[in-house]
């Protein structure tokens, strides 16, 4: 495994569009443009096969070149750029990564839970020193802004330092004396080969919810990033290595659908973590369940805030920004506010704050709100503020068609509101995935609790009052998995799970936390009889166990 310093990056980007023709520069370079950065970790996960860099695998510990002729294009979500490619790895590389891990599998699970907790030890100190390097990439591929993009990474690490002391979570059961010389234990034993699939939207943090915990519970893992959003995951598979994970461990292979396709049916794998839309993870989960694997998949979300006219002051702030932030590309973006009564009059502070929110590059200082991902989202985005218009919805703050001087290819859209929305207005039916807020109305706090819960999704949702029998009543009531009081994205931290429900979630077993490492783990319940009073180990009838 090479070092992870390097004084550059040596790859070359440069755009295949007519209109970018004159984009040659280093990767380098191109991030020192943005943002003086030094001691570039190593670009070995690059290879120079072209003029513009392509992604390697990541396969027993080295980084590989793919021979595949198919590759996918990375673009700058700010420009339109093409900066890299990935492959559209090959079966046979696809077999190579999980052989290795299966073979890994063997000598990785002898090794003590202790040793494995002290590699993550290291981890997390080497995801910390590099964060600023590991920001840059995110940022550069995914268009967030650099403070952002640093919570992505540092939300993923809180992950990694809960395994620095998983070792009591994968602690079994006892009872002994069940009769005569008769104990029963259990353990909890790691699975094999397991999988993930990651989204574009948090390329650090998602990865960091998989195999950080699946291989210091004992598995090996192969990781599958975004095609849009390779870079961190590479960066955080290298200084994996760097920690001390041994080479077979962990694995990267690229792609799309294929790929995919791929996981889903390998026999050697037995579980996948998937995060990602519902069409995708709703296929991942038939086709894994399918073919005998466990799957957990966190899927769409329609996350509401229910605003009492006692909110307490800030609300609207922090609404707009949980609204708006990551450019709405967050799964638990707050997308659907309900008000009930005079809670209405809080919609022009919104609006308020939603118009302080500067769009841009992500890279450029005081930005709030970066680029979508492609040019789809771009225009999906659009047309479905522009058909809620159609279908009545009063346009109170219009985000399309914002001016981006330096980024006129960009994929923006600022900060929109629309109000007057019905249950089956189009921009309330969807998981628009952009920086738009829905405005609904309701008469009595039971009138949004059912509004709510009418609403396939559950991922999670928060109410804004001064009230304790009114939050009360919410938090009793209301069918969603993870609920704020006075929070706008009640995300749990690692000691508790990612628990959202219903239409957000395929499979029945969370990330992270307890329910994390249930997922990757199995039970083995050994019942033993060492007689020393007597010596009846059982005859033909069922064993009942002590007296009658």
């Not at 975004?226 to 292979?253: I, Q, R, W, Y």
């Not at 450029?364 to 771009?378: A, C, F, N, R, T």
Request: aromatic fraction near 8%.
């Amino acid at each position: 495994m090479t070092h992870i310093l390097s004084s550059t990056f040596s790859r070359v980007v440069s755009s295949s569009s007519p209109r970018h023709a004159n984009t040659t520069i280093h990767l380098a370079n191109r991030l020192r443009n943005r943002r003086c950065i030094s001691n570039l970790p190593d670009a070995a996960w690059l290879s120079s096969l072209s003029d513009t860099p392509v992604y390697s695998n990541l396969i027993n510990g080295q980084f590989v070149a793919s021979t595949s002729s198919e590759l996918i294009d990375v673009t700058d979500p700010a420009t339109n750029n093409v900066i890299s490619r990935v492959p559209q790895t090959t079966p046979s590389e696809l077999e190579s990564a999980v052989s290795s891990a299966k073979i890994a599998f063997e000598s990785w699970r002898n090794v003590p839970i202790q040793q494995r907790q002290r590699i993550m030890l290291k981890y997390q100190d080497l995801i910390r020193r590099y964060t600023d390097d590991i920001a840059d990439l995110i940022t550069l591929e995914q268009g967030k802004t650099l403070t952002d993009a640093k919570g992505d990474i540092f939300r993923g690490l809180e992950v990694v330092e809960s395994a620095c002391y998983l070792g009591p979570s994968l602690m079994g059961e006892t009872l002994g004396n069940l009769s005569d010389g008769l104990d029963c234990v259990s353990y909890r034993q790691p699975l094999g080969v397991c999988a993930g699939i990651a989204p574009f939207n948090f390329p650090a943090m998602i990865p960091l919810w998989m195999f950080p915990v699946a291989c210091t519970a004992g598995n090996t893992f192969v990781m599958k990033p975004s095609e849009k959003t390779p870079g961190a995951c590479m960066m955080l598979a290298n200084l994996a290595h760097e920690a001390g994970l041994p080479d077979g461990v962990l694995n990267v292979v690229h792609g799309a659908k294929d790929a995919v396709d791929f996981i889903c049916d390998a026999p050697d794998i037995r579980a996948i973590s998937f995060v990602g839309s519902n069409v995708a993870g709703e296929y991942i989960h038939a086709r894994g369940t399918g073919n005998g694997k466990r799957v957990q998949a966190n899927l769409g979300a329609k996350n509401h805030a229910v605003i009492l006219p006692d909110a307490p002051e800030g609300a609207a702030k922090a609404i707009a920004g949980a609204a708006f932030g990551a450019a709405g590309q967050r799964c638990m973006a707050l997308s659907a506010v309900v008000f009930v009564g005079e809670g209405r009059n809080m919609l022009p502070e919104i609006v308020a704050e939603a118009q302080r929110y500067k769009v841009g590059c992500g890279f450029d200082e005081g930005v709030d709100v970066g680029p979508l991902i492609s040019e789809e989202s771009k225009k999906r985005v659009e047309n479905v503020i522009a058909q809620s218009v159609e279908q009545g919805a009063i346009l109170e703050l219009d985000g399309r068609g914002v001016a981006m001087n330096g980024y006129e290819s960009g994929n923006f859209v600022g900060p929109t509101v629309l109000s007057n929305i019905g249950r089956d207005n189009v921009a309330y039916k969807k998981e628009i995935f952009g920086p738009v807020l829905v405005c609904l109305e309701a008469e009595t706090l039971d009138e949004a609790i059912d509004l709510v819960n009418a609403n396939p999704y559950g991922n999670g949702t928060g109410i804004f009052t001064q009230s304790g029998a009114c939050a009360r009543k919410f938090v009793h009531e209301i069918d969603v998995g993870q609920v704020g009081v006075n929070v706008p994205i009640p995300v749990p931290l690692p000691f508790f799970s990612f628990t959202g429900s219903r239409g957000s979630i395929r499979g029945d077993v969370h990330f992270y936390g307890k329910q994390g490492v249930q997922f990757y783990t199995q039970i083995k319940t050994v019942t033993s009889s060492w007689q020393y009073s007597g010596s009846d180990l059982g005859g033909a009838t069922m064993p009942i166990l002590g007296k009658k």
